[in-house]
């Protein structure tokens, strides 16, 4: 993973020397901008053999706060960007008192470095832009439920690489300082690992490959500051 995050950034860097930069302009339009994921609103990419991990079932939509951070080096209305996300979602369910009933409680970790290439469609106090990203994906959980039959124990792990269309808008507040409001569509190959445990075995061990579809109605509410 650490090996492929290098690339990713060799890359990052290569596009950005591909941009071309007249020498009349190459001071004021090579700018480079910081920002803060305050807000996101997505759904859970993560998949088990079934279909749906235990503890998220329900498919869920979830809210994220300060869950990321991106990097963008414009050259005029053309910007070369990366950026890094993580999540956590936790979900507990208290234990009956009767251990027949069901229960279920798990952990989901999710991390996120993308790399891409974005373009403004017009240039203003609010302005849209179109983006395409390259993504790699790096899914845990760990869980257990009891449904029906008995008590089942899981632990997985997913890698996967994925591309991702987005649309933007950017309110521009100041010189330096903006917000960004964006939505993202991922489409991500993952390889899964499963150890898996139940009341009939204990420790199977399995992969699944599944390719995930994904929109993101808030994929990033942000501040930013260039310098």
């Known amino acids: 993973m650490r090996l492929i995050s290098t690339q990713f950034f060799c890359l990052f860097l290569t596009l950005g020397s591909l941009v071309h930069i007249t020498p009349g302009n190459a001071q004021t339009s090579q700018k480079n901008e910081i920002g803060v994921y305050f807000l996101s609103f997505q759904t859970s990419p993560f998949y088990d053999r079934y279909g749906r991990i235990p503890v998220l079932s329900e498919d869920k939509k979830i809210f994220n706060l300060l869950n990321g951070l991106t990097y963008k080096r414009y050259f005029d209305k053309h910007i070369v960007r990366a950026s890094f996300t993580a999540r956590n979602i936790t979900s507990i ?43 790699l994906f790096h899914l845990t959980y760990s869980g257990r439920s009891r449904i029906i039959m008995g008590v089942s124990n899981y632990e997985l792990s997913g890698y996967g690489i994925g591309v991702s269309p987005a649309f933007g808008m950017k309110l521009k507040l100041a010189e330096n300082l903006s917000i960004n409001v964006e939505s993202c569509l991922d489409f991500a190959q993952i390889k899964y690992k499963h150890i898996e445990s139940s009341y009939t075995y204990q420790n199977a061990r399995f992969t699944t490959n599944i390719f995930h579809t994904t929109f993101n109605p808030l994929q990033k509410l942000s501040l930013n500051i260039k310098f």
């Not at 952990?107 to 990203?133: F, H, Q, W």
């Open 93 to 135: 369910e208290t234990r009956p008192e009767n251990l027949q009933k069901n229960y279920k409680e798990g952990s989901y970790n999710e991390k996120i470095l993308k790399i891409g290439y974005e373009r403004n469609i017009c240039m203003g106090r609010i302005t849209p832009y179109l983006a395409v990203d390259v993504g």
